[in-house]
Every structure is written in C-alpha cells, then in structure tokens.
C-alpha cells in the first residue's frame, strides 16, 4: 500500500449563501486597519461600496489597480501600501488576478520584499508546504470576497507576471490562502457574463484535469466529480437566466470543489500550464485559457486515460471528453480556438517554447517530452 499525504490550508471559514454585508463585518471585528483590495471596474460600484460601508472605520485604504493576471508592478504598489498603513487585514474583492496579488503583496511584506527582482525570485512551488501552518500567522492576512469562479480563494499558492519578460510565476506559501472567504452569489452579479462563465470553465479545468490525473485519489475523485456535475447544471442556468442566484451559488460552491483534490496531492496538467503560457505571453484571461484548452489537452491526453475520460464525457452528454467539453464551452456562446483570440497556427512554435520544463506541464498524465508534444496540443485548439 502506497503512503499518501492530505494536506489541508490555513482557511478558517467559508461563508457561502451569505450576503457581504451580514459576513464581512463579522471578518473584520478583530482588525484595526483594513486594506480593501479591487479592481477599477468594481471601484465606486454598488458592491465596493457595500463593502466599505462593511469595514466601517477601519478602513485605512483602498487599493483598486490591480490588472488581469497580477502584474508585479501592481503586486509592489500594492505591498508598499500594506506597509505605509500598517494594515493588519485585507478584503480582496473581485476576481483570481485581485486574490492572488493580495497573496502576492501579502507574502512580500512577510519577507522584506520591494523590489522586483526578489519578487520573481520569490516564485518557487518547491520546499514549501501547504499544510506547514503551525506557529503564529503573519499579518496581515486576506478576506476574500469572490466575483468569478476562477477558485483562487481557496488555495495557498498564487501566480504573478512579469509582463516586461512574458513570463507567469507561482509562489507559494501555506499562509497565502485567505484565512475566510465570502460566497455571497450577490456579489457575482456586476461580473460581466463571458468573464463569469469562463471562470466556470476555468473551475471545471481544475476538476476534470484532476479527475483524469493518473494518480487519483478518493477524495479527490469525490469532489472533483461533484464539481463538474455541478457546472454542467448550473453554468447554462446562469446564462439563461443571469438573476438566478440559486445557480450562481451552486457555481461557487462546485468551484470551491473544484479545487480541493489539489489538497490531497492530485496535480493537474498542462492544460493549466498552457494557460499560464498564453496569460502570460499574449494576455488571454484565464478563463478563456481553459476555453481553448481544455478540451484540446483531453484529446491529446485521450491514449493514457481514455477510461476516466468517459465519465467526463457523459457528465458533458457526449462519448469523449475533448468534444464533449467543447460543444459545452460553445453552448455558453465562449470561444474554444486560439484563432478566435487572435493568435495564428504560425505562432504555436514560438509559444510552445516558452515553456521551462516545470509543473503542471510536468504532471501532465500523458508525459509532455517537448516543445513539440507542446506544439501538437496547440495545434489541436488552433
């Protein structure tokens, strides 16, 4: 019998059900100075507003810069204005690139960091923990307030991207994961649709490129088919009917599913790390990644496990999983080519070779041993 390791995040509290203003003052209570962490698009709107008027006075600032895909410049602005107001607390309110820089900033205040080359070199997914939290927890530490489906709520690691280079990094650190997170299906209502139902996609990646891992694990296999149950009830609700708060909680809830067999060690693959690929190199959002490669990578990775991909191909009402998956994200009116992002079958090569041989590419169940296997998954989604 083999020896296994579930590790399980810092994370307190899920409120999920729960309107931001009956959850976020009771997060806040214990805090004096609180950053409040969104986007311009959210900035001066009906749900920012609702969350400052939740922190009340102990708001010492609000941070509404962040750009898609957490650009270090932003991650700097943002950690030198944790420290110049000795905040204690963060709501992070919007979507995966608004968490994961307050991570970011979050983990460069810990160790010292304000300046960009150390901020890269913090990127590192090895010697570090999920589940090495014993002892006393840094501050400040973050509320999350979701407004897509992307999950990064829910995880202690986080990407950033140097734009100048290209290139998306990943930190991680067990005390990054937000210590409460707020599922108010409210709060989703201002996101705009592609966004929100792309970010369905993106969670669906995560629990299908777990669920056909080659290395499963129960556990993983218990929430990872739940969550795509889920999706492929819920998702077409809400674009029927965007007002349905009852389906866009059932979507946060199969969103956080989605992500928990990462805690039992299941990895995902390289439709992830495509992702990271095009998001960092051509700014395509990160739900539209998983659009374009998630059934590409099924098709590719179809010899190795063909078998777990039926059972996602039948959650999805087809025989195999690639189109299946396809004609699904096409139903949400979402685009699944790279050519409808304006990327051209010329461009594969050069794309393909950014790639530096590290995870998730490097867990991909059917083993990726070149910029060329790179190259036929691409020209799959072309």
């Known amino acids: 019998m083999a020896a296994h390791l579930h590790q399980w995040p810092a994370q307190g509290r899920v409120h999920h059900g729960a309107p931001l203003a009956e959850a ?16 311009r698009s959210l900035s001066g709107g009906a749900l920012a507003t609702a969350a400052e008027a939740a922190i009340g006075d102990r708001l ?6 962040m750009r898609a895909h957490s ?30 820089g307050s991570k970011v900033a979050c983990l460069a205040n810990w160790r010292g960091i304000a300046d960009a080359g150390s901020l890269i070199g913090a990127a590192t997914s090895r010697g570090a923990a999920p589940g090495n939290w014993d002892g006393p927890a840094p501050a400040p530490r973050i509320v999350a307030v979701p407004t897509t489906l992307s999950a990064a709520e829910f995880a202690p690691h986080a990407g950033y991207t140097d734009l100048a280079a290209g290139r998306k990094h990943r930190a991680l650190d067990p005390w990054m994961v937000p210590r409460a997170v707020i599922l108010d299906p409210a709060a989703t209502l201002e996101t705009p649709a592609e966004l929100l139902l792309s970010s369905g996609i993106r969670a669906l990646d995560h629990a299908a490129e777990r669920w056909c ?21 819920n998702l077409p609700r809400v674009r029927r009917h965007p007002g349905d708060l009852a389906a866009r909680a059932a979507c946060q809830e199969a969103a956080w599913l989605s992500v928990m067999g990462g805690w039992a060690g299941v990895p995902v693959g390289a439709s992830h790390g495509l992702g990271y690929i095009l998001g960092a190199a051509r700014g395509v959002p990160h739900g539209i990644t998983s659009c374009l490669m998630l059934h ?12 777990r991909q039926k059972d ?34 010329g461009e594969i090569p050069a ?26 998954i691409l020209r799959l989604a072309a």
């Open 24 to 39: 976020l003052p009771r997060e806040v209570a214990t805090a004096s100075r609180v950053v409040l962490v969104t986007t």
């Open 60 to 65: 010492a600032g609000t941070f509404s810069a």
């Open 71 to 100: 650009p270090v410049e932003d991650v700097l602005a943002l950690a030198a204005l944790l420290r110049e107001q000795e905040a204690d607390l963060v709501v992070a309110l919007g979507g995966g690139s608004v968490i994961d």
């Open 213 to 233: 891992s080659t290395v499963p694990q129960p556990f993983s296999d218990a929430v990872s088919r739940q969550a795509m149950v889920m999706l492929a009830e």
């Open 296 to 307: 590409a990578v099924m098709r590719w990775n179809a010899p190795v496990n063909e078998h």
């Open 312 to 345: 996602v191909a039948h959650i999805f009402g087809g025989e195999e999983a690639g189109p299946a998956i396809e004609a699904f994200v096409r139903g949400l009116g979402l685009p699944t080519r790279l050519s409808e992002r304006g990327i051209a079958a």
């Open 351 to 376: 794309l393909a070779a950014l790639w530096n041989g590290d995870a998730p590419i490097a867990t991909n169940p059917r083993p990726v041993r070149s910029a060329g296997d790179l190259e036929a």
